[in-house]
């Protein structure tokens, strides 16, 4: 049984915004995060949990290196239903962790 992926409104409109080379890695993120789960991003550069959320299961992962660095932050809403959430793509210097 495959994951399923949502976006918040905010991370859909912070997805609309990226280039298309952004957009591109960010669909393969997703594709590996269906079907592999919320680990798949451990393959992923600079992946790692978010400490410190009140026992929220946050994660991130680099979408590209460079001058402009752009990250996924997603959280795991239910393990036994398999959902999880985008909730910001874009710049690391903006990220919410």
Not at 11 to 32: H, M, T
Not at 45 to 63: A, F, I, M, T, V
Not at 78 to 97: F, R, S
Request: aromatic share 10%; glycine share 6%.
């Amino acid at each position: 049984m495959q994951w399923t992926i949502c976006f918040s409104n905010k991370a859909k409109k912070q997805a609309q915004r990226l280039s298309e080379r952004v957009l591109l890695v960010l669909r393969l993120l997703v594709q590996d995060l269906q079907s592999k789960g919320s680990t798949a991003g451990s393959r992923w550069p600079n992946y790692g949990k978010l400490k410190g959320k009140r026992k929220r299961d946050l994660r991130h992962c680099h979408l590209t290196k460079g001058k402009s660095t752009y990250v996924c932050c997603w959280e795991v809403i239910d393990k036994k239903q398999k959902i999880i959430e985008v909730y910001y793509v874009g710049t690391h210097e903006q990220a919410p962790y």
